[in-house]
């Protein structure tokens, strides 16, 4: 027994030592994107408090998983502006770099994720590092539209720069989407009980579209309504 426990203890102490770097980050460079893996990585310490708190959230399944997604990109983008902020970014990597048109934007963005996730879990299912994996990975390739895969091939002649860069990216994706599928548990919603590789494509094909196409649409009426106003530096107008 003493020598398992320790062992059972191990991967949890680990976890916890994952959740500190990116706040270590913040404090030591204002760096906070990565705050979204510490969220995740402390709901997963605490998977049965905060999924039982969830399912207690009186609104039909969907609704509630689709909430959920939406503010994990929310919490995302308000970490990513902060960070932009604090540090006087002139291209800070944000749908806007005004906060409010950035989370009005990113509804259609995150959006298209979420009805991508429903779709797909009604004939297939995913574990939670699945999810986790499967979004990180995809984060990689699709971040600013590419750019940073490009910087990561350009930095292989430094390959722990390239692999730490990569891990980030895979780090901040993955916990977007792992955090609010944690939080469901077992009330995913969704019927699927398929599995095979096919899943993959089908999740990857409907985020990548799903959110090109519903960030469109929002942007195309929140410029109507002219909700989106000139793009300003961030540290003169923070906000609008």
């Given amino acids: 027994m003493s020598m398992r426990t ?4 191990l991967p949890r102490v680990l976890l916890a030592i994952s959740a500190g770097i990116p706040v270590l980050g913040f404090v030591a460079s204002h760096n ?3 705050l979204i893996y510490t969220l995740f990585a402390v709901a997963l310490l605490n998977r049965q ?3 039982a708190a969830f399912a207690h959230v009186r609104l039909p399944g969907a609704a509630k998983f689709g909430g959920a997604v939406l503010i994990s990109g929310w919490l995302t983008e308000c970490f990513a502006w902060l ?15 005004q906060l409010i048109p950035d989370l009005i934007l990113a509804i259609g963005f995150y959006g298209g994720w979420a009805v991508a996730w429903l779709l797909v879990l009604r004939r297939w299912q995913f574990t939670l590092g699945q999810v986790f994996v499967t979004t990180g990975l995809m984060g990689i390739f699709v971040e600013q539209n590419g750019a940073v895969i490009a910087v990561i091939i350009a930095s292989l002649g ?12 895979f780090a901040v994706y993955g916990a ?15 019927a699927g009980a398929r599995t095979g590789w096919l899943k993959y494509l089908a999740i990857l094909a409907g985020m990548f ?8 649409v929002v942007a195309v009426v929140a410029m109507a309504l002219h909700l989106i106003p000139p793009r300003q530096p961030i540290w003169e107008h923070p906000f609008f």
């Fill in 6 to 9: 320790p062992r059972r203890r």
């Fill in 32 to 34: 906070a994107t990565l």
């Fill in 49 to 51: 408090r905060v999924t």
């Fill in 83 to 97: 960070g932009s902020y604090l540090n006087h970014d002139k291209n800070p990597a944000l749908f806007h770099p």
């Fill in 158 to 169: 430094n390959p722990l720069l390239a692999a730490l860069l990569a891990l980030y990216v």
């Fill in 176 to 190: 977007i989407m792992g955090l609010p599928y944690l939080l469901a548990g077992k009330g995913v919603p969704g």
């Fill in 209 to 216: 579209f799903g959110a090109k196409l519903l960030f469109l």
